[in-house]
């Protein structure tokens, strides 16, 4: 058996853990962030950042930025001007980014191709038996999260589906086609080399086969080719119980810490990965953009929740909320 000790032990290297071991670097604790992937970055993922990464610097040429969106609500077009463009960026890339910015952190190791099995009393247990003990562990370990689990916390899932179509468009498009699929809404995220196409939605409200139908007869009305086997889904948890738990933290999907209504959680993983990470530097610190971020997906929460519950009314709060998008001061309220 092998036995080691971190201060730091953060388990997943997606946007929230890189994130956390990023701001870490400035510290002299000696931190891990164990992945079990073999390469860092590549996630199921539309790879949207919206106005809530407005601050986060990512050089230009990785990614492609739209200053306006399109949202459909039953074959009217509205254009939303944003305060902020909408970009995005391959999962790849970000994952690769992060990384890049660890390079010269000695007091940073990243023990990728590592899956954690158990998680004990201040120590975490890997498939190949070495038990690595740490004095903070950070749960960022995704929509399935295992410190997550090992805190007695239950998930709640909603689901994305979608295609990557070898063309190049240039427009971001939101369709809200609350008829056939309810509260959820089909994607389009152009990218570099290619389209991200997909549809959100709630599986206790639509089943997964007619969301994918949905999807794809999406695809076929706009004449784009695809193939079963490329279709790529995932869960993404948002049911938010707290990023605080003793000597153990959650962040971004493992916290729960995404928007019900959109899907949304790049961003969340990347504030509250950097603010868990510097409440473990400081434990006077107060997580204050951590605290924002969470009263707005709250906000954005509450709209869902009306939308569950009121169905016959989607018509008329889609319109009010397409006019409210119009309205800046409204796009950084509601974070989107
Ligand atoms: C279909 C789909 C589309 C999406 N589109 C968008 C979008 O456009 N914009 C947006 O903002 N959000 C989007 N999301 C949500 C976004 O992908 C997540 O919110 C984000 O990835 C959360 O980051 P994270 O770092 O918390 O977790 P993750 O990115 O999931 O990273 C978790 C990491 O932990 C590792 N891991 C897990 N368990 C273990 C273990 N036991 N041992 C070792 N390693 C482990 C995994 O390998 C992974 O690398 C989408 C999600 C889905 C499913």
Redesign the pocket.
Known sequence: MISTHYDVVI???????LACAIELKQSKLQVLL????AEIGP????????NLTKDYVIPNEKTRSFNRQKIVIKDNDHVIELANPIRTITRLELGQYQLQQLQDASNIRVLNN????EIQQNKVITTEGQHIHYNYLVG???????VRKSLGLTSKHC????YNIPVITNECVWYLKYKTLKTGYIWV?PHKEHTNI?VYFNPLILNSKKARKELENYLTSKGYTFLNKEL?????CYNYKGYEFGSVFL????AGL?SKGT???????LIS?KEIARKIMDENYKPLELNNMIRIKKRQDKLFKILETFPFMHAFLYTVFVQLMKIKSFQAYFGV
């Open positions: 388990l997943g290297a997606g946007p929230a853990g164990i992945d079990k992937k996630k199921i993922c539309a790879g949207g950042l919206t590592t899956t954690v099995q960022a370990d995704g929509s399935t999260s295992l689901i994305g589906l979608y995220f997909g790529h889904g995932a869960p993404i962040t971004g999907d493992a995404t899907g949304e959680g790049i961003s969340y993983a990965g």
